[in-house]
Every structure is written in structure tokens, then in C-alpha cells.
């Protein structure tokens, strides 16, 4: 049983003399986010009233947003302790955070990624001990989908993006991935949306022999992503733009049955539902009625020669038979 004098000492170093660094050059830090308002109003009243953690090596071991907090309210010195063993140290900050902390989902990824690199624990046993102290289920699946997080180019954690998003983004590297993260930020798709852009987008892509970033980048896609509509009708245009690009064929299947159906006189009191990505072999026919004289138009219209015609036509177009 361990005594006070066997308590490392209190030191109290310049505030300026300990640094965050980026998250990409961080070894030990893990939080993201800045400090809370009571945290502040408590530094500010008291001080910092827990020693901020140095591990042997000098770096900040934990206490990234009890040091950002000092020095915003300008404290000259905050208290320091140095630890002997930087693991041990390392993992009682871990415990001490999830007690009474909602991570950020980049924040996870970070912390798992520590759990690692700092104290050296396997997949299993994170999977199996800190996932579920996160409140997490203890899913291996689930851990590598957080470790790929991780991974993520740094600017990433800047932009208003949804765990959605994020996991999504994750699944792709690099350039490829600041792509989808600027689109979903941009557009801020609900994750089915933000899923079919993503296959979309990278089907685009191997089609034209590009990356996802150098499609993202041609310029049509970026006029999409600036032009000042809301965020829905973007992702609208931009559905639509890179279902032409990815599909092509299949596109212009979909104008002409269009084209048939607005020839046929079907455009008007009678809508054309054509079946996704013109699979299948049956169209569905909608008649708006708000009134008698309304549901006497589309009779007219459904009975009429050139209806039965537009429609033979549409089903020629999706069982492939016609172009």
C-alpha cells in the first residue's frame, strides 16, 4: 500500500511550458474537445486543483483541457506531477475520463489508438475491457471501425460532420477520404443519403479512371457543393449529377421512358414512378385527384391512345428491348 511520500511531487511549471501538440504528432493526448464552461468557471474560482500529468519522457501525459483552460484565463503556472511509469499513469487517466466523460467518436479513436501505442494492449483485450467502459459493446468489428477513425487526415476533426458520416468517410484513405468529408459537410446528408453519394461518387470514379478526390474535385461537382441552395436540394443535384456520370446508360434509359411518359399526355394529371436504377419491369402510375373533374382528366388520360402507346414504349425501354 502506497503512503503520500510515496506520492511523485508537485511541481508548478510556466503554463507556455507545456504544449498540446497536433493530434498527429501526439503521443499520450487524446481529447479533442476544448474545455467546458464549468471547468472553466472552476479554474478560474480555484485553480487547477488536480496536477496536470507529465510522463518521464516531458510530454503532457493527461490534462489537455485543464491546461487550455489556464491559459485562456492567462494563469501563469499550473501544477505538474511527473509519473514514473508513463502506462500506468496513462491508463488511470483513462478510467479516471470514462467515469464521468461522453467521448467524442474521434476522441474514441483516439484513445483506442493509445491503448495501443502507449500501453501496449492487443484488440482483444480492448475490444473485450475499454469499449464497454465507453459504453460501447465489446465488438472486435466495432474497434477496428474506431481504429480506422484514427486514421483519418487530422483536418477532418474540423469540419460539422455526423459519426455517420465519419465511419464512412473511414472506410476509404487518405485524400480519398478529406473528399467525402468536405461533400458530407457540405451537403449534411442523413447516412442513407451520405451512403449512396459515397457509392455514387466512387463508381463515378472508376468508371472515369479517377480518385474519389480527383472526382470530387472536377469542376460540375464543385459548382453543386457551392451554390447557395439548402443543403436538400444539393444533394438532390448532386444525386443526380453523379448518377449520369456513374450510370450512364442507365440514365439515358430513364429520359427517354421520361420523354415517352410526357409525350404520351401521362406528365400531367398522371405521374410516372419508374422502378431504382430502372430495375424490374413494372412502372407505377400516380393520378393526383383533388376533385371530380380532376379524376375525370386522368381517366382520359390513362385511356387514350398515346398513353397505351408511351407506356408499351417505357416497358420496352426497361426490359432493354429499346434504347
Request: proline fraction near 7%; charged fraction near 25%.
Amino acid at each position: 500500500m502506497s503512503s503520500a511520500n510515496d506520492r511523485p511531487p508537485v511541481e508548478f511549471l510556466p503554463a507556455g511550458a507545456l504544449r498540446a501538440d497536433t493530434e498527429a504528432e501526439r503521443r499520450y493526448i487524446y481529447t479533442r474537445t476544448g474545455p467546458s464552461e464549468r471547468l472553466r468557471r472552476s479554474i478560474a474560482a480555484r485553480g487547477i486543483m488536480t496536477p496536470l500529468a507529465v510522463a518521464p519522457d516531458g510530454l503532457l501525459l493527461c490534462g489537455a483541457r485543464r491546461l487550455r483552460a489556464a491559459a485562456d484565463l492567462g494563469l501563469a503556472e499550473v501544477p505538474v506531477v511527473r509519473t514514473a511509469d508513463a502506462v500506468e499513469a496513462f491508463l488511470a487517466g483513462v478510467w479516471e475520463n470514462a467515469a464521468h466523460r461522453e467521448f467524442a467518436p474521434l476522441e474514441l479513436a483516439g484513445l483506442f489508438r493509445r491503448l495501443q501505442l502507449v500501453a501496449g494492449l492487443g484488440p482483444d483485450e480492448i475490444a473485450a475491457v475499454y469499449l464497454p467502459a465507453c459504453g460501447l459493446p465489446s465488438s472486435p468489428v466495432l474497434l477496428a471501425k474506431y481504429l480506422a477513425l484514427a486514421d483519418l487526415p487530422e483536418e477532418i476533426a474540423a469540419l460539422p460532420l455526423r459519426p455517420s458520416h465519419l465511419f464512412l468517410a473511414a472506410e476509404h484513405g487518405g485524400r480519398d477520404a478529406a473528399a467525402l468529408a468536405a461533400v458530407f459537410a457540405a451537403l449534411q446528408p442523413s447516412a442513407g443519403e451520405a451512403r449512396i453519394l459515397r457509392e455514387l461518387l466512387a463508381d463515378a470514379a472508376v468508371r472515369e479512371r479517377r480518385s474519389i478526390a480527383q472526382a470530387a474535385a472536377l469542376p460540375e461537382i464543385r459548382a453543386v457543393l457551392a451554390a447557395d441552395t439548402p443543403p436538400r436540394l444539393k444533394v438532390s443535384a448532386l444525386r443526380s449529377l453523379l448518377r449520369r456520370r456513374a450510370l450512364p446508360r442507365l440514365s439515358a434509359w430513364e429520359d427517354a421512358a421520361r420523354e415517352a411518359a410526357a409525350r404520351g399526355g401521362l406528365a400531367g394529371p398522371v405521374e410516372v414512378k419508374l422502378p431504382p436504377d430502372l430495375e424490374g419491369d413494372e412502372i407505377e402510375l400516380r393520378a393526383r385527384v383533388r376533385d371530380e373533374a380532376g379524376f375525370a382528366r386522368a381517366a382520359e388520360a390513362l385511356g387514350s391512345a398515346r398513353a397505351r402507346a408511351a407506356i408499351k414504349r417505357i416497358l420496352a425501354i426497361l426490359a432493354g428491348e429499346e434504347a
